[in-house]
């Protein structure tokens, strides 16, 4: 995997409110949401409590942070963040959606069914099919790269940071069938 140099990447001009609408909704309010409300910059981490947990200190207290929920909350705010401008990780070598898919299909946590959801094959015909369509768009404002049936680039959402992608095929997967298209 590789990045391009930060000169190389363009601003867009989105002209979308609605990214702008959610980045300047209220915060949730609840249990556990004073660690991002009060700003992530301002906390120092300390160390891992144990595979789900870590401890960060903001000024004179300490939390214990459920990492999982609070990474998810940091990358949607990421994302809509960069919206419009977004950097790109670029693979190495194409990952083809189609075997992507079939990957995907295979995880249990897809809740694929045969009998419902048809051939794999036809799943995976789809889907490039759906990507193909979007690509323009997933490129201009997601930096995701689609070309060929296959994916190029995927967003980077955290400078430095390189997702799992052990991840992708669900991503996939995910992108295809839990957004909605016809908004």
């Known amino acids: 995997l590789s990045r391009p140099p930060a000169s190389s990447l363009r601003a867009t001009d989105v002209g979308s409110s609605s990214a ?9 309010k609840g249990p556990g949401t004073y660690v991002l409300g009060c700003g992530c910059g301002e906390h120092s981490y300390v160390g891992v409590v144990d595979h789900d947990y870590v401890l960060l200190q903001h000024q004179t207290r300490l939390y214990i942070v459920l990492i999982g929920p609070v990474s998810e909350e940091y990358f949607y ?6 919206w419009g401008n977004m950097p790109r990780i670029w693979l190495s070598s194409p990952a083809p959606i189609a075997q992507l898919v079939d990957l995907g299909l295979a995880n249990p946590a897809s809740g694929y069914d045969k009998e419902s959801d048809g051939e794999p094959a036809d799943v995976g015909a789809a889907v490039c099919r759906l ?14 790269e689609i070309e060929n049936d296959a994916i190029l680039s995927l967003p980077q959402l955290v400078d430095a940071y390189v997702p799992p ?10 992108l295809a069938s839990h957004v909605d298209w016809t908004a």
Do not use: H, W
């Not at 980045?23 to 949730?28: I, L, N, R, V």
């Not at 768009?137 to 930096?143: D, I, K, V």
């Open 20 to 28: 702008i609408d959610l980045c300047s909704d209220d915060p949730p």
């Open 77 to 82: 705010q990421q994302t809509l963040r960069r």
């Open 131 to 144: 990507l193909a369509e979007k690509a323009e768009m997933l490129a201009e404002y997601l930096g995701l």
């Open 165 to 174: 992608l052990n991840g992708l095929p669900l991503f996939v997967l995910r």
